[in-house]
Nanobody, 128 residues
Framework: QVQLVESGGGLVQAGGSLRLSCAASGRTSSASDMGWFRQAPGKEREFVASTTWITWNAYRTNYADSVKGRFTISRDNAKNTLYLQMNSLKPEDTAVYYC??????????????????WGQGTQVTVSS
């Protein structure tokens, strides 16, 4: 079992920044992939960004096109924590942001169904 707890959400004006954190506990070594998803009211949950371990101290990142150049995902193995630095926020970034972990099959890193464990979510609201 893996437990994930997100924090760092809040209300920010357009153009502002927020940093989300996701603290993991439990059998965290069993999963190679950790990522962020978001879900806006009335919409399906969508992929934001992910990390995949390549070696014990290096990982590969993936981003949704909508956040490339604005968001940065990072992972601190020693702290078992995943981060999402969000800059130049837009009103359309408003959503509940979820942290997730699992072992995604090749080519399915952006799929919700590839992740086994999810956090409770943290609300991000961007005002115009």
């Amino acid at each position: 079992q893996v437990q994930l707890v997100e924090s760092g959400g809040g209300l920010v004006q357009a153009g502002g920044s927020l940093r989300l954190s996701c603290a993991a506990s439990g059998r965290t070594s069993s999963a190679s992939d950790m990522g962020w998803f978001r879900q806006a009211p009335g919409k399906e949950r969508e992929f934001v960004a992910s990390t995949t371990w390549i070696t014990w101290n290096a990982y590969r990142t993936n981003y949704a096109d909508s956040v490339k150049g604005r968001f940065t995902i990072s992972r601190d193995n020693a702290k078992n924590t995943l981060y999402l630095q969000m800059n130049s926020l837009k009103p359309e970034d408003t959503a509940v942001y979820y942290c997730a972990t699992g072992n995604a099959p090749a080519g399915l890193i952006m799929s919700v169904s590839s992740y086994d464990y999810w956090g409770q979510g943290t609300q991000v609201t961007v005002s115009s």
